[in-house]
């Protein structure tokens, strides 16, 4: 069956924005060491070099603004006969927008989470795969 | 070791807008029975229910402009211990602009694609996940 991929991502959405906006640096415990991130472009994988990244951008407030969001399971195959297929995983889609510090322009942004299971939990979620895109006018 | 991701998305983002752009129809064998598709918050699952959305979308002429193309690879892990990784997977996420009939205003998209590989021909992926947003200004 597939997991409640709606409950996980929409929680998953106030959660990490929540964080954003108010402490990045807390966002740490949702990567691992194969993270990755692609930010407009840029590679970086890992917690630390993710963290880095996030923490370092070139803002003092942000506050991001839901506007979809989007959510599918992703349903592996068995990898072979007879085998339980690996446990599924969470796709999400955001688009939005950004009020970064006093602009009174929001920019607009849209982003993608893969969300594993923990082996060891698998009702804990991390990020395997994010990619960040701002969506010039 | 990853696939070649880069190479991977690049060259399925060309295929997939251009059979968009010149014969939808011709898209189907890119989908599975177990294909997910949400267009603008609404779910589809199977060829014929993807296929027939995308063959009837309200307008005949169309063509993809693509801004950004971003890709990662899914590399998953081993679902046993001593037991091999599934096969590794690619996300694509992709943002542009779409010129529909012959209206002079394009609008904007973006969209996310989750490819797998085929089990009997690895080198051959299909479109497992796959979510469309027009992002409004």
Known sequence: APPDYQGIGTAFVSHYYNLFDT??????????PTSLLTFEGEPFMGVDPILTKLTTLPFAKVVHQVTTSDFQP?????????MPAPPA???????????VDDSP????????FHLSPDPANPMSYWVRNDMFRLNYA
């Open 74 to 82: 992703v349903m592996p195959d068995p990898v072979a006969p007879g």
């Open 89 to 99: 995983s969470v796709l999400v889609f955001v688009s939005g927008s950004l009020m």
């Open 23 to 32: 402490s990045r640096a807390s966002l740490a415990p949702l990567y691992r």
């Open 105 to 112: 322009n929001p920019l607009k942004f849209s982003q993608v």
